[in-house]
């Protein structure tokens, strides 16, 4: 598993356009009037949270191989994941190709490079990848990410067994909550928006030390308040977001379009 670092998924869930999905950063209104704004659609558009910090490699999955093979590989390995952290996806593509097919029996390369290609947009390859890290490791960290790429490739029945699964693992806060906006997202995707709804108010609405993940929780509900015309409770979710991180993606923006509830803009 690729640990975490605190902050390492901060915008992970707003990466720049992919070739084959729109882009997942929501973009700000087009002008003052709620009417006349390109609605973001954000269910759509977000991503989960991509956890990872520099790569270390497990010995336990290096069994046979020389020390300098090892050391060679933690060294590409480690580059790959300086790249990743960097959004510099097309430079860790180019490391961990190679790497992927030559060490596919090595966990932590198969993660990495899934990871890689879900930020390129390769839904597809990603999910292979996902898949395996997850066959070969039994764990459940990644399973936003390989959901979001199912979501992604129309296979939204993937999307709830994935979502079904990881709500009985017992994860922890982050995972749980970055699965359940991808499950909701699923859900909006179905014309189900109210069920999306239910599903996102099922999660942690009011931390007592609110987090990246919860701030996008809180996005994806009010946004979905938005769409099903619930304006008040839109700009409530919106203002709350502001309140702990005004600049997160296009609050102000979003607070702007909706206006206020005595003008009615």
Partial sequence: MLRPIPGADRGDAYAAKAPERRSPRPEPPQGPQRAERARPDAQRRRRPGVRLDVPQLDPTGLHGMPSDEQQRLARRLRDAGEDFLAERFGDAHVILRPLASRYAAVAEVQELFGLTLYRLGRWTAASHRLEQYEAMTGAIDQLPVLADCYRALGRLNDVHDVWDRLRHADPDAQTITEGRIVAAGALADEGRPRDAIRLLEAGPLRPKRPKEHHLRLWYALADLYDRV????????????????EPE????AD?????GTADTGH
């Fill in 229 to 244: 015309g619930d304006l008040q409770r839109a700009r409530r979710g919106f203002a709350r977001i502001a309140d702990v």
């Fill in 248 to 251: 997160f993606v296009d609050v």
């Fill in 254 to 258: 979003r607070l702007a379009a909706l």
